[in-house]
C-alpha cells in the first residue's frame, strides 16, 4: 500500500506543532541521539569540542531543522508521486557527506528513533501509532534514497 492522504495528513500536522519551538526539540533531538549512540558527537563539528550539548547553537538548530523538514518534505512526496526526490540537496551529495563521516545503518535507525521519540514528546496527547507510522515510512524511505546514494558513491 502506498503513502496514504491520511497519512500525509498527520505528519503535517504535528510538524506544524513542532514548527513552534524548534530549539527545544532539536535539543531533545540531538539529546536523544547521544543517549543511543554517543559516539555520533563526534561527527558533528559543532558537537565535538564540548562536553554538553549546546543549547544555544545556531547550527545545531538548522542541522536538526533539515531532518524534521525533510522527513516531512518525503511524505508529501510519498503521497504525490509514490517516492521521495530530494528538492533541496543534491542526492550525490548528500551521499557522499555521509559517506565521509562514516556513517552506517545503524545510525539511521538510531536517528529515527529519536526522531519518532521528539515528535511523540512535542504533540503530546495527540501522538498515535498512526502517526508514528507515518513519519517512520516517510523516514524510512528518504534513508533508503540516501543509503543507496551511499552504496553508489562507496
Ligand atoms: C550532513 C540529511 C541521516 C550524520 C547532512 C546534511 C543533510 C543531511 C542535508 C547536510 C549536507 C551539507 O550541508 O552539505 C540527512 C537526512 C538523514 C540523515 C535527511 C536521514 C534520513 C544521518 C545519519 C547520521 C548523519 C543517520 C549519523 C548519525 C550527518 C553528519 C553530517 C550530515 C555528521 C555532516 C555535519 C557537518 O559536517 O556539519 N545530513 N542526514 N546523517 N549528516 Fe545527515
Ligand atoms: C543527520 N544529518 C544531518 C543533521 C542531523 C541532525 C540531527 C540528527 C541527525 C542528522
Not at 558537537?47 to 536538526?64: F, G, R, V
Not at 526526490?85 to 550525490?92: A, G
Request: charged residues 25%; negative net charge.
Amino acid at each position: 500500500m502506498g503513502f496514504t492522504e491520511k497519512q500525509e495528513a498527520l505528519v503535517k500536522e504535528s510538524w506544524k506543532v513542532m514548527k513552534q519551538n524548534i530549539p527545544e526539540h532539536s535539543l531533545r533531538f540531538f539529546t536523544l541521539i547521544l543517549e543511543m549512540a554517543p559516539a555520533v558527537k563526534n561527527m558533528f563539528p559543532f558537537l565535538k569540542d564540548s562536553d554538553e550539548i549546546p543549547q544555544n547553537n545556531p547550527k545545531l538548530k538548522t542541522h536538526a531543522l533539515i531532518v524534521f523538514k525533510m522527513t516531512c518534505d518525503s511524505a508529501i512526496q510519498l503521497r504525490e508521486k509514490g517516492q521521495v526526490v530530494l528538492r533541496d540537496v543534491p542526492l550525490k551529495h548528500l551521499g557522499s557527506v555521509h559517506l565521509e563521516k562514516g556513517v552506517v545503518d545503524s545510525h539511521f535507525e538510531v536517528v529515527k528513533e529519536a526522531l519518532l521519540g521528539t515528535i511523540k514528546e512535542a504533540v503530546g496527547e495527540s501522538w498515535s501509532d498512526e502517526m508514528g507510522g507515518a513519519w517512520g515510512e516517510a523516514y524510512d524511505q528518504l534513508a533508503a534514497t540516501i543509503k543507496t546514494q551511499m552504496e553508489e558513491e562507496a
